[in-house]
């Protein structure tokens, strides 16, 4: 926007955090729902702080490898578009299980340790299921709090975003954020969650903060 454009007054976002959500067009094919019975009723599942997880925690080293291909495919679009690295990088998945939230359930607020860029691609969501994310910083700007009568992403401390079948949200893995309790009375909320990290070359020698990794 030039200067001639620009509107008076203008509000500007500085430092925004950047939360990625797009849709997978087909669904879930018949060998991936039968993937999806292997990994809860064969390999099993443990508790986790409100909610159950897949016991295998690297399921896309054998399995869903279509949806682990569409998930690569939004890292790079979001490493091009918001990293903008000036050398190439390989953000690869780390580690890959499924999240099961039981009626009653709630998905407890968590960040993801280890992690550059995470993700959680739903499997099945219910109408209301939706998806919190905290500022980090909303304890210094709560220590002075005002009643609004608007939210907006300038005065609010937690963003919310539904929670959608066939859905994919990657985030920065810092970021914390929780998924409410599942009020349905016999449907499991069913979602896949990942973590990253990177192969390549980060820095330089004249800065002193070189890295192969």
Known sequence: MS???RPDPYINSIFPCPVYITKRDSILTPEEEIDI???VDEEGIGKNFGNSFSNNS???NDKLKR???FCEQHLKIYVEKVICPSEAIDLYITQSWLN???PGEAHHQHYHSNSI???VFYISTEEDDKISFEDPNCKLKEQIRFDVKEFNPFNSTTWVFPAITNELILFPSWIDHQVGQNITATTDR???SFNTFIRGHLGNQ???NELFL
Do not use: A, C, M, P
């Open 100 to 102: 099961i939230t039981k």
């Open 58 to 60: 690297y399921i896309f």
């Open 3 to 5: 200067k001639e454009e």
């Open 206 to 208: 004249l800065n002193k």
């Open 67 to 69: 949806i682990k291909q």
């Open 190 to 192: 069913i979602s896949l």
């Open 117 to 119: 860029i995470s993700g």
């Open 37 to 39: 019975d292997k990994i």
